[in-house]
């Protein structure tokens, strides 16, 4: 990992991310892209699918394919401030981008036969509501359930970029299978949260700060529906760090911890992360990610 040392001032880009999740034999799973070496944004490491929010996510033809009511889905993400067809069009950008880098459809009653078609005719340069139009689907938004809202800091350790993050998290499909696209991700995985800690730490992936934290808070769950229904419950968190420098280094901060702004701890797992050895860790090493 190379730190980035510049400050961005320009206004954080509006993104949508899901955890993917399954129950496998050794317990829950996440799945694991590998973003092409050459990407402007966390070139080679290891990410959950997402991406940009497009205008079309939110426009009317789009919008006409969701399973929920739009003004469901906006008080579903708890950003009441925000606009109705803005927060809709998250859930969309959501399940476009994971559509479009892992090939899992979230669409009501679509199998794998219809999540190959789906991806056929977006090969030929359809566009993602093109595609819902013609194959007549039905987003299934309901599928998806907000679980954080990560923004990036103005000096982004790892990028160039500032995003504003909705994460989502949600159960693929059971008959559908997640891979990568070869063409903006180069590999990808499915690995139990400890798992995928214990590669990162052994260098073998790399895995940037907002994955590192939820795959800590992951561990904690034995099976997928755990993570899933109470996110249905609560107000997604919405993490911002804090960076410091100590000793001539990179710190991050997060909520609950004494640089925080905020005081009162939103997630499990350690409270900042140090970069040391190429790496960001937590100071006390690996088990503090479980602590």
Known sequence: MELNHQVVDTPPRAAASVVLLRDGAAGLEVFLLKRHGMSDVLGGMYVFPGGKLDREDAEEET???LDMPVPALHAALGEPDLDEKEAAGFFVAACRETFEESGV??????DAAQA????ALSRQGLGFAEVLEQMDLTLACSRIAPWARW???RRP???TKR???RFFAAVVPRDQVATHDNHETTDSVWLTPRAALEQYWAGEIGIAPPQLMSLAELARHATAAEVVDPTRRHWPRIVEPAHFDMEETRVLAYPGDEQHAVKE???PGPTRLIYRNQRF???????EFFA
């Not at 459809?105 to 679509?110: I, N, P, Q």
């Not at 860790?281 to 088990?287: I, K, Q």
Request: charged letters at 20%.
């Open 151 to 153: 923004v990036t800091p």
């Open 116 to 119: 190959a078609a789906a991806s």
């Open 281 to 287: 860790e937590p100071f006390g090493g690996f088990e």
């Open 157 to 159: 350790s790892l990028m």
């Open 265 to 267: 701890k939103v997630m």
């Open 105 to 110: 459809l979230f669409a009501r009653g679509a």
């Open 63 to 65: 919008l006409k394919h």
């Open 163 to 165: 995003f504003d993050v």
